[in-house]
T-cell receptor, first 111, second 114 residues
Framework: GQNIDQPTEMTATEGAIVQINCTYQTSGFNGLFWYQQHAGEAPTFLSYNVLDGLEEKGRFSSFLSRSKGYSYLLLKELQMKDSASYLCAVRDPNAGNMLTFGGGTRLMVKP | EPEVTQTPSHQVTQMGQEVILRCVPISNHLYFYWYRQILGQKVEFLVSFYNNEISEKSEIFDDQFSVERPDGSNFTLKIRSTKLEDSAMYFC????????????FGDGTRLSIL
């Protein structure tokens, strides 16, 4: 089966750094994706990791450790508009390469 | 920037009626997907479609669901006899390939079954 765990909620201060963790157990692995979803809107692609290590994209970075089944999304210089849900999703080649999503982490950025 | 478009944005239907949700994927993409998200819950995969046929479907995608690519641009999800529990946000997504390419999501159709 597929199991993807993320914290339900986090709170951080504007200008700070926050790390959102994701752990997964899947029968296979072919990449991990992070999406941002504002309330009532579509998920928007943020980052993709398939090899171990850190991928950096401006204020957003994502890290992957395949041996630990672990990823994190790092958001720097937080802005109020970063308040959203952050979804971790894993692609499993044994499940037709579909994306299996975690429940999402709702991040609230406070002034 | 090209985007996935979905219509309608909101659909209200009586239980037992048929609904068709429409999507126009990004034009050079080859893989198309439907996901749903019940209010307050996680995004769930329904079906993927490639080369004019279903490539993968989940347990949710039972006989009441079907997908079609009626022409070169549209991709539709039909729910034959809607139930109250079908009320959800339905997202269409597309990707150029199905391995290392991200899936791009449309804005969704909110389906409300009365």
């Amino acid at each position: 089966g597929q199991n993807i765990d993320q914290p339900t909620e986090m709170t951080a201060t504007e200008g700070a750094i926050v790390q959102i963790n994701c752990t997964y157990q899947t029968s296979g692995f072919n990449g991990l994706f992070w999406y941002q979803q504002h309330a009532g809107e579509a998920p928007t692609f943020l980052s993709y990791n398939v090899l171990d290590g850190l991928e950096e994209k401006g204020r957003f970075s994502s890290f992957l450790s395949r041996s630990k089944g672990y990823s994190y999304l790092l958001l720097k210089e937080l802005q109020m508009k970063d308040s959203a849900s952050y979804l971790c999703a894993v692609r499993d080649p044994n499940a037709g390469n579909m994306l299996t999503f975690g429940g999402g982490t709702r991040l609230m950025v406070k002034p | 920037e090209p985007e996935v478009t979905q219509t309608p944005s909101h659909q209200v239907t009586q239980m037992g009626q048929e609904v068709i949700l429409r999507c126009v994927p990004i034009s050079n993409h080859l893989y198309f997907y439907w996901y749903r998200q019940i209010l307050g819950q996680k995004v769930e995969f329904l079906v993927s479609f490639y080369n004019n046929e279903i490539s993968e479907k989940s347990e949710i995608f039972d006989d009441q669901f079907s997908v079609e690519r009626p022409d070169g641009s549209n991709f539709t999800l039909k729910i034959r006899s809607t139930k109250l529990e079908d009320s959800a946000m339905y997202f269409c997504a597309s990707s150029y390939w199905n391995s290392n390419q991200p899936q791009h999501f449309g804005d969704g159709t909110r389906l409300s079954i009365l």
